[in-house]
């Protein structure tokens, strides 16, 4: 059996790095998977280096300007233009074309990724033109961001009758329902096909101390992460906890980090390079401090770890709010706004949640990208009968 997946990531690489854990989870039940990336290449993302049915294709990539996601950029940083926005189309509805895949699955549309309408339009019309139409499926993260305008509910729905026969929901519907995010319409409703979460393997036991017992603080690069960071280099410069903290910032932000280990001494404060270990260090850690986006909180649930979420909340984004304010209902997390983020109001919030223990999530939504595999393997069956 074969599987198209088409996504593009604008900002972060949460949607490439779920269609990637999707597309390794059907390869490992023998599909044969193309993954259609349409944002910025990610060399630290990359399908199963074994090669089991995986590959990716590139089309020419895209970036928001920010959190401005009606301002889409080409790979040299200008605005993309006409020609660029073809080109891609041309070369996904040619990929369908030479493919023809059993399966077809769009990450995030037509919930969101209004911007690109055009190319999936395209693609969602060629595909239903094909001899052999494939099982067409949508699919989305626990939270959605908000429709801004009521019309947008309505050309979600249009759509979803129009070209799909399902929507992976990749959460857990007792923790986080999508309605929480999204007025779903009784139309919607029937289409839903909760997965569980998507997560990675809980990392391997090993010998490692690394992070024992510390406050460990990730925050993504650049602007996203500054603010967090800087925050908990100043609540570790004051001594507020015995622990001491290790920053994780990216690796392309040499300046900054160099100017956080300066405001500390080394007894309280560790910063360093972004660790492929960073789970294991989750694990041994006191406390967590950073963003919510899907990947981090779920890290940090399935750790167990007490957590400080700041969401992030530039421009008109909304999603990492609403999962912070959701999670937070539980003991063990806590939620600061990005406004009101200095180092008082954070070491009060870890005050909050040092010590306490997280609910365990339930093994069974933890397996969202095999589950995913049995729902569409099901759904292909009862459509072939």
């Known amino acids: 059996m074969k599987l198209m997946i088409a996504v593009t990531h604008l900002l972060g690489t949460g949607h490439l790095s779920r269609a990637l854990a999707l ?47 009606a301002t889409l950029l080409a790979a040299d940083g200008r605005p993309a233009d006409a020609a660029l926005f073809a ?17 077809l699955i769009t990450e995030l549309f037509p919930f969101g990724r209004r911007a690109l ?13 094909l001899p052999r139409p494939p099982l067409t499926l949508a699919s989305v993260r626990d939270i959605l961001a908000p429709p801004s305008k ?24 007792a923790l986080i329902p999508l309605e929480d995010s999204w007025p779903l319409t009784p139309a919607m409703r029937p289409l839903l096909r909760y997965t569980g979460f998507v997560v990675p393997p809980p990392p391997v036991p090993g010998d490692g101390t690394d992070g024992n017992a510390e406050i460990l603080v990730t925050a993504g690069g650049g602007p996203v992460g500054r603010p967090v960071f800087e925050a908990a280099a100043r609540c570790a410069a004051f001594g507020a906890f015995p622990q001491r903290w290790r920053l994780l ?8 980090a160099d100017r956080l280990r300066a405001m500390a001494p080394a007894d309280r404060l560790l910063v360093e ?25 779920l890290d940090c649930l399935t750790a167990g770890v007490p957590s400080v979420f700041c969401p992030f909340e530039d421009g008109r984004e909304v999603e990492q709010t609403i999962r912070a304010a959701i999670l937070a209902r539980q003991p063990g997390i806590a939620t600061l706004r ?21 609910p365990p999530l339930s093994p069974a939504s933890l397996t969202g990208a095999a589950r995913s595999v049995e729902i569409v393997e099901a759904m292909l069956a009862e459509k072939t009968s």
């Not at 009521?150 to 519907?173: C, I, M, N, Q, W």
């Not at 270990?277 to 909180?297: E, I, K, P």
Request: some cysteine; glycine content about 8%.
């Open 150 to 173: 009521p019309k947008r509910v309505a050309e979600t729905e249009s759509r979803l009758l129009s070209f799909y026969d399902g929507v992976l929901v990749h959460s857990d519907p």
């Open 87 to 103: 080109a891609r189309q041309a070369m996904l509805t040619g990929l369908l074309d030479s493919l023809r895949p059993d399966v």
């Open 338 to 358: 990005e406004a009101d983020l200095t180092p008082d109001s954070l070491a009060q919030a870890l005050q909050s949640v040092l010590g306490a223990r997280i």
């Open 117 to 129: 309408a055009a190319e999936f339009d395209a693609l969602l019309e060629r595909a239903r033109a």
């Open 249 to 256: 910032v990216a690796k392309g932000d040499a300046a900054l």
């Open 23 to 69: 597309a390794e989870a059907f390869a490992a039940r023998g599909w044969s998977v193309d993954v259609v990336s349409g944002g910025r290449p990610a060399p630290h993302l990359t399908p199963n280096p074994t090669g089991a049915g995986a590959t990716l294709h590139q089309l020419p990539p895209l970036a928001s300007d920010g959190a401005d996601f």
């Open 273 to 297: 390079p972004v660790r492929p270990d960073f789970r294991a260090l989750l694990g041994r850690a006191s406390a967590a401090v950073g963003r919510c986006g899907y990947n981090t909180a």
